[in-house]
């Protein structure tokens, strides 16, 4: 696996107006959108001269996939496990949030993940790990994603864009996120006066542009209103489906809301007291049982397991999982380098680096410092040469009528300093190649 250059054709006002035509619509009349929307796209913008594309064997494809799809089952049986477990669930989920809305939060949760119509279907979700260039093996998974990950527009279409320059076919990436959604949400079989809203906060770009990446593959199935999260309403009169699109008499039959689910539940406390009434009639997406895998006391909880339980360490030997507990003196018992995160913590914030000796080398800013923390085993992005570290994110694709899902769409975000951070980051496409060897540079 190497990095490679190439030119590249890319021009904001037709990328904006094929790619994301809403947010090409606000931004027309609304400057500082337009400058975020500049910011978001400066690195590609920036380099069509000499467009860095990560090279990936094109053998690498199928264990990586396997590798992420071990992750995802160990997730899953995990979660199944921890529902059944109120011990484990106070131990391992502790949280503010939990300790306020946990009585009614976690039922309604359970509720969606023994569902098996789209109030337990899952649409997305991201894997961040590290990947050893030199053997295309996965070495390991920092955390997963399935509660308002963002870059979406980026891996899927940007990626798509651009790669499909350097190979006119478009079959030489790994990019199936887009079509094997389609096929999922086609098997729930929507009616014509089904409606469906994706809302997001405005303000944020980001949000906007994987949010309405969302809304265009559920708009080929049914309506589909893209909305800023001030747009939806609750009707304490129609508790059976009390989710309406502000100053109108449209009710949702699905709600995707890109906010975690800590402000969902906040901003509409009643609802989620009353969830028996409509949790079998309109769809909150991401459904509830994602918070759980999302938290990060679940990676601690996994290791418990793995450690505990032999049933369950012979079954998911294969998912490559850090090492991550609840208090760190398993790790500085042995001298291990570990990573402090809160267990909530979103966008790389509030991460601390340790080394051997327990000194912290590296600390990132962030709004979670309050936050319970897990502490994993840290390992090293790797890089490539000339490039920065990276690390390897892998987009799952939900399965129709199953909670499971499936590697859909690979992504690296790369960036120069000892954390990722929203700030440091940028998207660089991939093209598959068929080379047989990698060269490591460490």
Request: hydrophobic share 40%.
């Amino acid at each position: 696996m190497h990095a490679a250059t190439h030119r590249v054709r890319l021009e904001l006002e037709s990328l904006l107006r094929e790619e994301l035509p809403y947010v090409y619509g606000l931004s027309s009349n609304h400057a500082n959108l337009r400058q975020s929307v500049r910011e978001l796209l400066s690195f590609p913008l920036q380099h069509v001269a000499a467009m860095p594309f990560y090279q990936v064997p094109e053998k690498c494809v199928e264990p990586i996939a396997d590798a992420f799809s071990a992750a995802y089952a160990a997730l899953l049986d995990g979660l199944e496990r921890l529902f059944d477990d109120p011990q484990a669930m106070r131990t391992f989920m502790d949280c503010p949030f939990l300790r306020r809305h946990g009585e009614r939060f976690v039922p309604y949760a359970r509720h969606t993940f023994r569902s098996r119509t789209l109030t337990g279907q899952s649409l997305y979700g991201r894997f961040d790990a590290a990947l050893n260039p030199a053997s295309g093996q996965v070495t390991g998974i920092y955390e997963f994603n399935g509660d308002t990950p963002v870059m979406l527009f980026e891996s899927i279409n940007l990626q798509h864009r651009l790669s499909s320059q350097i190979d006119p076919s478009g079959q030489r990436q790994f990019n199936e996120w887009y079509g094997m959604s389609g096929d999922l949400l086609r098997a729930h079989r929507f009616e014509p006066h089904h409606q469906i809203a994706l809302a997001c906060s405005f303000d944020h770009i980001e949000d906007l542009a994987t949010c309405e990446t969302l809304a265009q593959v559920v708009g080929e199935q049914a309506a589909a209103h893209l909305l800023d999260l001030t747009d939806i309403d609750y009707d304490h009169a129609n508790p059976e489906q009390p989710f309406v699109i502000h100053g109108t008499d449209t009710y949702l039959d699905a709600l995707f809301v890109l906010s975690p689910w800590e402000e969902m539940v906040e901003n509409f406390p009643q609802a989620f007291m009353q969830w028996e009434r409509w949790a079998d009639r309109v769809a909150v997406l991401e459904p509830a049982w994602k918070w759980f895998i999302s938290h990060k006391g679940m990676l601690a909880y996994l290791t418990w397991l793995l450690e505990n339980d032999a049933d369950f360490a012979r079954r998911h030997a294969n998912a490559p999982l850090l090492r991550t507990y609840l208090d760190p003196e398993p790790l500085r018992s042995t001298g291990t380098p570990y990573v402090a995160k809160p267990v909530l913590g979103r966008l790389s914030a509030n991460i601390e680096i340790y080394d051997a000796d327990g000194q912290c080398t590296s600390r990132s800013s962030g709004e979670y410092g309050d936050c319970p923390r897990i502490y994993q085993e840290y390992h090293p992005p790797f890089h490539l040469e000339g490039r920065g570290n990276f690390i390897a994110c892998m987009w799952m694709a939900g399965q129709p009528l199953t909670r499971m899902a499936l590697p859909a769409t690979l992504c690296f975000r790369e960036f120069d300093t000892a954390v990722l951070e929203l700030s440091n980051e940028r998207f660089v496409p991939h093209v598959l190649s068929n080379e047989q060897g990698c060269a490591l540079d460490r």
